[in-house]
């Protein structure tokens, strides 16, 4: 390999904390075995390396956030969920939200699904409920729980969550199962910006938590979340190469458990009981530590911090935002 591996790197797309993705989270919806919950989080309310707050309007008004659902297992999306957000008024933003499928393209509408959801910014969680649809899209606590200076610190791990108080905007939508097809889907999260020609173009895209920050070089970073899961095997030798330096790795061995993180999507199958990395994940799922024994080769497999024990039991599940940025 080409490149040279050198460490974690926290950085946003194009520099815009808006948009960077943090994690995906999908489980049956509690109480009712017809729906599912989908949660994707991105803008952390607090950069890592450097330090320091992000901003405080929770979307990019000039961004497609999509969710993507492979349905018949070829890595290809078969149906997606976009959300819009309008630019902010008086402090405040709306989203929208269209169901597409098959291969629209970014400019192309879709089905309206909802239109003119408030998003929160305070306590409150504001919900719109539109037919079989629930929305929540705002700031809430982070839900992540992680030692990330101790994973910078060589991987030395003290049990300090960085995640403890921090915050994180969250996309939270509820969905009939019969919109997931029958049987085992694959989930990823993805964001578009308009670029230059008058299209669309993808700068950031995942479902594992993790994988890019530390496995996928700079000089890689923008092919990676600019590609498609379909495509992912060209990324094997990429993230074996990185292996090979976090965790002592010989090549044969990195490249293996290299295709193990690979396509990088998540599975899901609502009729299952939801088991991360295998099917689905909830908000208490440990998802740091099993990586970071993949990352330091089984020398490092617990941060010593646990789930938060501040979620809410119905919708939206997550606990309002440490810090109230609500207008007035």
Known sequence: MSHHYSGADFGFPLGDARLDFCDLYAFPKPGDANKSIVIMDVHP?????PAGPTTAEPFSTEAIYELRIDTDGDLVADVGYRFRFSPSQDGAQTATVDRVVGGAGASDGGEAIIAGAPVSKG??????????????????????FFDAGG??????????DFFADSDVCSIVLELPNSDLGDGEVGLWHRAL????DGDWAQVERGARTQVVPFLVPNEEKDAYVGGEPADDARFVDVLAHSLEHTGGYSPDEAKQVA???L????????????????NGRTLTDDVADPFMAILTNGKASDDQVGPHDYLLSEFPYLWPPHEN???G
Request: glycine share 8%; no cysteine; proline share 6%.
């Open 45 to 49: 309310s607090k950069a890592l390396d």
């Open 123 to 144: 306590a409150e969680a504001r919900v719109t409920e539109a037919g079989e649809y629930r929305l929540f899209a705002g700031w809430r606590s982070d839900p992540f």
């Open 151 to 160: 994973a910078l610190n060589g991987f030395q791990f003290t049990g300090d």
């Open 193 to 196: 910006v308009a670029a230059n």
């Open 259 to 261: 295709g193990t993180l």
């Open 263 to 278: 396509p990088d999507i998540m599975r899901y199958d609502a009729k299952r009981p939801v088991a991360y990395p295998d």
């Open 325 to 327: 940025r609500a207008e």
